[in-house]
């Protein structure tokens, strides 16, 4: 097992976003949250990320606290909603400072090359299109080809070819060994792509399971 929550609850301030949340993530599997906006997806994804501490409830990401970012965080790749990239470093700059504090070998040739990045390697990130900085964004998840991978809402701002890339570099990352955890609104993307779901709403899930149990027991 990758991941178990057990019983997560979150509180920002007087305000439930996450409640009693528990499930688990097997090795090789991609699992997804999917969910309405402010679902609590995001912070899930935090927790588990060790950037965020649990108001009650315990998280483990390969047995031991995410917390314990020295162990852990080598062993995962992260793509954020919105990432902190600086607008002056350029795109080969940006995959390699970031590829470093992974501590996980990589070069930044093959990466610009898996997320066909290669011919903007010289440009500055502020020039980057929204859908280009998207896939510089998924260039610095990948790096090293991490055992764990988290993907939040990979796919928005790209195009059907650019997102048919990045589900193409997914799954060879899955042949690999990799664990997904995807977080999209998309029914279709998560019934498509994912082994199991977990459907939140306003802080908890109103289904959890494989897709085949959720496509039986979900209202059209
Ligand atoms: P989306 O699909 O819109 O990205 P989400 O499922 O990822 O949504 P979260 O970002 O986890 O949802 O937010 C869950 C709820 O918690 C939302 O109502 C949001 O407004 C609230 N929230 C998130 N971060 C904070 C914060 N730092 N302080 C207060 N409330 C917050």
Avoid: C
């Avoid at 917390?67 to 700059?93: C, H, K, W, Y």
Wanted: avoid cysteine; charged fraction near 30%.
């Amino acid at each position: 097992m990758v991941i178990a929550v057990e019983n997560l609850n979150v509180r920002y301030g007087d305000f439930h976003a996450v409640k009693d949340l528990s499930f688990r993530v097997e090795s090789g599997e991609l699992y997804a949250l999917l969910g309405t906006n402010g679902a609590g997806k995001t912070t899930t994804l935090e927790i588990i990320e060790g950037h965020r501490e649990p108001t009650s409830g315990t998280v483990r990401v390969f047995g031991e606290s995410p917390r314990n970012r020295d162990t852990v965080r080598p062993r995962m790749g992260i793509m954020l909603q919105e990432s902190g990239f600086s607008p002056d470093l350029t795109v080969a700059e940006s995959v390699r400072l970031i590829g470093r504090l992974t501590r996980r070998d990589d070069t930044v040739a093959r990466v610009l090359d898996v997320v066909e990045l290669t011919r903007k390697a010289g440009t500055k990130v502020a020039q980057l299109s929204g859908g280009e900085k998207r896939r510089l964004d998924f260039a610095t998840a990948i790096w090293g080809g991490p055992e764990l991978i988290f993907l939040d809402e990979p796919t928005t701002g790209l195009d059907i070819q650019s997102r048919d890339d990045l589900w193409g570099a997914v799954d060879r990352l899955r042949e690999n060994g990799s664990t997904i955890v995807l977080t999209t609104h998309y029914l279709e993307e998560a019934q498509q792509r994912a082994d199991r779901i977990g459907l939140m709403h306003k802080g908890v899930f109103h289904r959890e399971g494989t897709v085949a149990e959720l496509t039986r027991t979900l209202p059209r």
